[in-house]
């Protein structure tokens, strides 16, 4: 495996092929209050490309954006809901089409109640990821090499997860409903943006 840290964009020409798996790590987990530290992507070939944005920065990342933009290249998140309302507050753009392993998780997994991306990789994958630096400081001005590994396993494995998860998905016959779900994500997206992100605008009451 190999990182690559990167400062406010990604380098030309850098191709990821027809998917990339995406993560964003920022100073909370509040989109509107929380600045945006950290974008990782991964081919799925086994490196990590991490995107720094320090205090300060502009958020231009014309390569980025033109990736997370792009209609031929498939977002593969992990509760995608919160990763595109963020990329989309600081960047300005939304990266889709997108896929949520969360989601596919929740409707497939229905026999448990554990979805997050450490509970899949030990249970699908057989792999068992560190998170000790999952609350540490990511507006840090020098992020540490564990920093780097933690963020850089958020995306790594994702790609071998929705192999997995596509063929739930079909099992279960619910790949119509899982799209569905991942085209009305920006939308729901943009709602927590404008302070619904606790409601249920569905509810009768």
């Known amino acids: 495996m190999t990182i690559y840290l990167y400062d406010t964009d990604l380098p030309d020409g850098l191709d990821f092929g027809a998917s990339v798996a995406v993560d964003s790590e920022t100073m909370g987990l509040n989109p509107i ?17 991490l995107v720094q944005f320090k205090k300060g920065s502009d958020f231009n990342a014309p390569n980025l954006k033109a990736l997370m933009a792009n209609p031929k290249v498939t977002k ?8 595109l309302g963020v990329i989309y507050k600081y960047l300005g753009v939304m ?35 560190a998170k000790q630096q999952q609350t540490s400081d990511w507006g840090a001005e020098t992020l540490s090499d564990a920093q780097k590994e933690y963020a850089a396993s958020d995306v790594l494995y994702l790609h ?6 596509d063929t739930l998905l079909e099992r279960e016959g619910r790949t119509d409903l899982a799209q569905a779900m991942f085209e009305f994500l920006p939308t729901r997206s943009k709602l927590d943006l404008l302070g619904w992100a606790d409601v249920d605008l569905f509810s009768h009451a």
Do not use: M, W
């Open 33 to 49: 209050r929380d600045r945006l530290c950290l974008v990782q992507l991964s081919s799925g070939d086994g490196n990590a490309h």
């Open 76 to 83: 593969f998140f992990h509760y995608a809901r919160f990763d």
């Open 95 to 129: 990266a889709t089409p997108c896929y949520c392993t969360k989601i596919v998780s929740r409707i497939t997994r229905t026999s448990t109640d554990k979805h997050g991306l450490k509970n899949l990789c030990k249970e699908l994958l057989g792999l068992d990821l």
């Open 160 to 165: 071998s997860l929705v192999k997995i998860l």
